[in-house]
């Protein structure tokens, strides 16, 4: 299966925890886990909340 994001790396390299980006996101712990896992994906919506959250452009996020 391929990888469609790199959330997981982007909260690596920021040293943000899942735990801490569920807080800001109002979300749950396991739909970041699964976001992470890929899982699951994100809306465009929340891909752009993330990108502003971490402080890194949208396309960071994606796999290309």
Avoid: G, H
């Avoid at 970041?32 to 809306?43: A, D, E, F, G």
């Avoid at 909340?49 to 452009?57: E, F, H, P, Q, R």
Wanted: aromatic letters at 4%; charged letters at 35%; one cysteine or more.
């Amino acid at each position: 299966m391929k990888d469609f994001n790199r959330i997981k790396v982007v909260l690596a390299e920021k040293k943000i925890s899942n735990k801490t980006l569920a807080e800001k996101l109002k979300k749950r712990e396991e739909t970041i886990s699964r976001w992470c896992s890929n899982k699951q994906q994100p809306s465009i919506e929340e891909l752009y909340n993330i990108s502003v959250i971490l402080d890194v452009d949208i396309k960071e996020l994606l796999n290309a």
